[in-house]
């Protein structure tokens, strides 16, 4: 069984700001987690994703994440925030390899103040 | 590429009636298709995993006779609510697993919202 917990339900940053936004996985078999976003009323879309490859792991608009197996953590950050960004955050994990069940956080709204 | 599609956006219906929503994988093959609902201010909940040519896998608690899923090729999936009331009023996402990916690369649609009067 996979889960994730995100820390935080809201988070507010300054435009221009580090955005750090935290997630902890549980699982019992090696995981592939997920970072999606979603804006107001639309579906997820892929930030970015681990795959047991690369640690470090780079997404689309400035995004990235690091895998750390000791801490159990795969937290997204982004050196500056920009408005745009504004939206929730789904953090997900699911077991590795194809077609499995993929679990998803209960979400961190970002805020980003100007 | 791998762009999925919902319909319709959005719909209205009155308590009692039936509401289909389709989810199509516009460029890509898909054999599994997922269905979610998201409450207000929620996580998404997968209700359903739908195989293309096989019975959909219901998730613990959900309604294999309310919510009728329907997978009939491996571009289409549709989802049924059926004899709906208010507290089906919801947010519905369907995401497609493309058939050559052996990652878990889901790809969602834009989902449809669903009230009930």
């Avoid at chain 2, 995401?95 to 690369?105: G, I, K, L, N, Y």
Wanted: positive net charge; aromatic residues 12%; hydrophobic residues 35%.
């Amino acid at each position: 069984a996979q889960s994730v917990t995100q820390l935080g339900s809201h988070v507010s940053v300054s435009e221009g700001a580090l955005v750090l936004l935290r997630c902890n996985y549980s699982s019992s078999v090696p995981p592939y987690l997920f970072w999606y976003v979603q804006y107001p009323n639309q579906g997820l879309q892929l930030l970015l994703k681990y795959t047991s490859a690369a640690t470090l792991v780079k997404g689309i608009n400035g995004f990235e994440a690091e895998f750390k197996k000791s801490e159990t953590s795969f937290h997204l950050t982004k050196p500056s925030a920009h408005m745009s960004d504004a939206a929730e955050y789904f953090c997900a994990v699911s077991g590795a390899g194809g077609y499995q069940k993929v679990t998803f956080g209960t979400g961190t709204k970002l805020q980003v103040i100007p | 590429g791998a762009v999925v599609s919902q319909h319709p956006s959005w719909v209205i219906c009155k308590s009692g009636t039936s509401v289909k929503i389709e989810c199509r994988s516009l460029d890509f093959q898909a054999t599994t298709m997922f269905w979610y609902r998201q409450f207000p201010k929620q996580s998404l909940m997968l209700m359903a995993t739908s195989n293309e040519g096989s019975k959909a896998t219901y998730e613990q608690g959900v309604e294999k006779d309310k919510f009728l899923i329907n997978h009939a090729s491996l571009t289409l999936s549709t989802l049924t609510v059926t004899s709906a009331h208010p507290e089906d009023s919801s947010f519905y996402i369907c995401s497609a697993r493309p058939r050559d990916r052996v990652t878990d690369t889901q790809y969602f649609g834009p989902g449809t919202r669903l009230t009930v009067l």
